[in-house]
């Protein structure tokens, strides 16, 4: 009868624990990794373009029944990255949304989350291939290339000086739309363009504003600003105003609507492109379920839903990799900018 007993107890017991982990109970899955937490690091931050971004990426989980863990370091270095990735690996993440400070130096810590059998892929600035399943991209690189340096033969009238404000020397995303701007300069339509300089502002507001001041100082007959940074267009155009520069010197690139509104209409910056950040990171929380329940892999030709923007298809990516194209750039001009101001 005590055996008999014995045995049930053990029976209740085994139940007991299966129960708790059939339930998730602090356990885990996919190779140890959390099974509904989506962890997105942005570059740094203070960043308001940033902040919606992971805004959206956020909201996309939850509306999936997930967990977001929204991570930035103080500065955009991948050191600081490197950090917060560690602690995500260590907190069995299903996966890793990575906005790259570099395209290169993430690799290990991110081949390292893969192992952990954690999804990772990166979304706005790319990492390499070897370190992602796939690349949320804004826009098409060469659409955005070509439509910036268009906007600066615009504003300029056809010729003069121009200077690129970007943000850091290692940021993917920047550096591709720059090769695409110095390759469209090459074409006789552009050749009274002058590219005079590429400075880096490194997405803070006090070094874009002090670079802006070092350009305007190095280059008296400079005509246009292009800004491939909402932190630099902002803080370009803030300079360009202070110092009663608007006409003489024009800014335009890529801005929020929230923080350009004030000089599109005082003409500091005629007009600007962007794209809905909220919507890169929403886009970004359906890649991220679509990856960890195996619905894609990355490859080209994987297709999957993006609850309220629709259907997406991953296509090749010009390095090599794969990507998923949110749309093309918007451009925000003095007849539409009210319109979108209070949006984002």
Same mark, same amino acid.
């Given at each position: 009868m005590r055996l008999a007993k014995k045995a049930l107890v053990l029976l209740l017991v085994l139940a007991a624990a299966l129960a708790v982990v059939s339930c998730g109970g602090g356990g885990s899955s996919g190779g140890g990794a959390a099974s509904n937490t989506h962890a997105m690091v942005f570059k740094n931050t203070g960043n308001p373009y940033g902040e919606r971004q992971m805004g959206g990426f956020e909201d996309g989980i939850k509306e999936q029944g997930g967990t977001a863990?929204? $991570?930035? %370091?103080?500065?955009?270095?991948? @050191?600081? !990255?490197?950090q917060i990735i560690e602690q995500l690996i260590a907190q069995k993440v299903a996966s890793i949304c990575i906005v790259g400070n570099d395209y290169d130096a993430l690799q290990p810590v991110l081949t390292k989350a893969i192992q952990a059998g954690i999804k990772v *892929?990166?979304? =706005?600035?790319? #990492?390499?291939?070897?370190? $992602?399943? &796939?690349h949320v991209n804004q826009a098409d690189t060469i659409a955005i290339g070509e439509t910036l340096v268009e906007a600066a033969?615009? !504003?300029? /009238? /056809?010729?003069? @000086?121009?200077?690129?404000? +970007?943000? &850091?020397? !290692?940021?993917?995303?920047?550096?591709?739309?720059?090769? #695409?701007? !110095? @390759? &469209?300069?090459?074409? %006789?339509? *552009?050749?009274n363009l002058d590219l005079v300089k590429i400075a880096y502002g490194d997405d803070l507001r006090d070094k874009s504003t002090s670079e802006t001041e070092a350009l305007l100082l190095s280059y008296p007959n400079l005509k246009v600003i292009v800004a491939p940074t909402t932190v630099g267009i902002a803080a370009a155009s803030k300079v360009i105003t202070d110092k009663g520069l608007i006409g003489t010197v024009k800014v335009t690139g890529l801005g929020l609507p929230s923080e350009m509104a004030e000089y599109i209409d005082n003409g500091a910056c005629p007009y600007m492109f962007l794209w809905n950040p909220i919507d890169v990171g929403y886009l970004g929380s359906y890649t991220a379920t679509a990856l960890t329940a195996g619905e894609i892999t990355g490859a080209v030709? =994987? +297709? *999957?839903?993006?609850?309220r923007l629709g259907r997406y298809t991953i296509t090749q990516a010009g390095d090599g990799g794969t990507e998923v194209l949110l749309g093309p750039p918007f451009k925000f001009e003095p007849s539409n900018i009210n319109d979108w101001k209070n949006v984002y």
């Amino acid at each position: 009868m005590r055996l008999a007993k014995k045995a049930l107890v053990l029976l209740l017991v085994l139940a007991a624990a299966l129960a708790v982990v059939s339930c998730g109970g602090g356990g885990s899955s996919g190779g140890g990794a959390a099974s509904n937490t989506h962890a997105m690091v942005f570059k740094n931050t203070g960043n308001p373009y940033g902040e919606r971004q992971m805004g959206g990426f956020e909201d996309g989980i939850k509306e999936q029944g997930g967990t977001a863990i929204l $991570r930035a %370091p103080d500065q955009p270095t991948a @050191e600081a !990255q490197i950090q917060i990735i560690e602690q995500l690996i260590a907190q069995k993440v299903a996966s890793i949304c990575i906005v790259g400070n570099d395209y290169d130096a993430l690799q290990p810590v991110l081949t390292k989350a893969i192992q952990a059998g954690i999804k990772v *892929y990166s979304l =706005d600035s790319s #990492v390499n291939p070897a370190s $992602r399943a &796939t690349h949320v991209n804004q826009a098409d690189t060469i659409a955005i290339g070509e439509t910036l340096v268009e906007a600066a033969f615009d !504003q300029a /009238g /056809g010729s003069g @000086e121009i200077a690129i404000l +970007s943000a &850091t020397s !290692q940021a993917s995303n920047q550096n591709a739309w720059i090769a #695409v701007m !110095q @390759e &469209t300069l090459k074409q %006789p339509k *552009y050749a009274n363009l002058d590219l005079v300089k590429i400075a880096y502002g490194d997405d803070l507001r006090d070094k874009s504003t002090s670079e802006t001041e070092a350009l305007l100082l190095s280059y008296p007959n400079l005509k246009v600003i292009v800004a491939p940074t909402t932190v630099g267009i902002a803080a370009a155009s803030k300079v360009i105003t202070d110092k009663g520069l608007i006409g003489t010197v024009k800014v335009t690139g890529l801005g929020l609507p929230s923080e350009m509104a004030e000089y599109i209409d005082n003409g500091a910056c005629p007009y600007m492109f962007l794209w809905n950040p909220i919507d890169v990171g929403y886009l970004g929380s359906y890649t991220a379920t679509a990856l960890t329940a195996g619905e894609i892999t990355g490859a080209v030709g =994987d +297709s *999957y839903n993006a609850g309220r923007l629709g259907r997406y298809t991953i296509t090749q990516a010009g390095d090599g990799g794969t990507e998923v194209l949110l749309g093309p750039p918007f451009k925000f001009e003095p007849s539409n900018i009210n319109d979108w101001k209070n949006v984002y």
